[in-house]
T-cell receptor
Framework: GAVVSQHPSWVICKSGTSVKIECRSL??????MFWYRQFPKQSLMLMAT?????????EQGVEKDKFLINHASLTLSTLTVTSAHPEDSSFYICSARVLGTGKPGYSSYNEQFFGPGTRLTVL | AQSVAQPEDQVNVAEGNPLTVKCTYS??????LFWYVQYPNRGLQFLLKYITGDNLVKGSYGFEAEFNKSQTSFHLKKPSALVSDSALYFCAVRNSWGKLQFGAGTQVVVTP
């Protein structure tokens, strides 16, 4: 249980185009999803916190107009990189937080489960 | 402000030998500490966590970690390393809002 998927797993796009990345919780509901960015051989940096039905909260230094986040349902959040440039090339990882306490099979309330990541290359 | 440090960029160990990956933390209040492993071009896999209770935490794949409050450490250990344990390991601390802050990561290389 607690599986999180991301689509696509990798994408190559031209500079100036927009790219949408989906993050889905497959077998649980998640009121909160997190988006991270990871450069090669570096740590994960939190970009934003996505809450279902409300606006995302962005970390300091992250351009909210460039990285559009939508959390339309309890199982889906999307990250759109608008007008992508080569410096946006990175590995983007999402995580989803389990909703509720005492859920059968989930002993980890408030635990984050991570997707497999999306490799974005902007040419 | 909370922080977590992994002082070693890389740890090299021969297969069958003990493996230790170091992590120290700085938090106000009680720490919620995690270890994750990442294989190339993959997301993070949860290994173990410390929330409360026993200082020795056992996790997945034979890993364990010892919470040491006086030394503010949470080192990851495995008694006998496997070549397949070669990966990038992250220590993380979670704040009261549920946000995870990760260490810089430690590359583990296990040689046959």
């Amino acid at each position: 249980g607690a599986v999180v998927s991301q689509h696509p797993s990798w994408v190559i796009c031209k500079s100036g185009t927009s790219v949408k990345i989906e993050c889905r919780s497959l077998d649980f509901q998640a009121t909160t999803m997190f988006w991270y960015r990871q450069f090669p051989k570096q740590s994960l940096m939190l970009m934003a916190t996505s809450n279902e039905g409300s606006k995302a909260t962005y970390e300091q230094g992250v351009e909210k107009d460039k990285f559009l986040i939508n959390h339309a349902s309890l199982t889906l959040s999307t990250l759109t990189v608008t007008s992508a440039h080569p410096e946006d090339s990175s590995f983007y990882i999402c995580s989803a937080r389990v909703l509720g306490t005492g859920k059968p099979g989930y002993s980890s309330y408030n635990e984050q489960f991570f997707g497999p990541g999306t490799r974005l290359t902007v040419l | 402000a909370q922080s977590v440090a992994q002082p070693e960029d890389q740890v090299n160990v021969a297969e069958g030998n003990p493996l230790t990956v170091k992590c120290t933390y700085s938090v106000s209040g009680n720490p919620y500490l995690f270890w994750y492993v990442q294989y190339p071009n993959r997301g993070l896999q949860f290994l173990l966590k410390y929330i409360t209770g026993d200082n020795l935490v056992k996790g997945s794949y034979g890993f364990e970690a010892e919470f040491n409050k006086s030394q503010t450490s949470f080192h990851l250990k495995k008694p006998s390393a496997l070549v397949s344990d070669s990966a990038l390991y992250f220590c993380a601390v979670r704040n009261s809002w549920g946000k995870l802050q990760f260490g810089a990561g430690t590359q583990v290389v296990v040689t046959p």
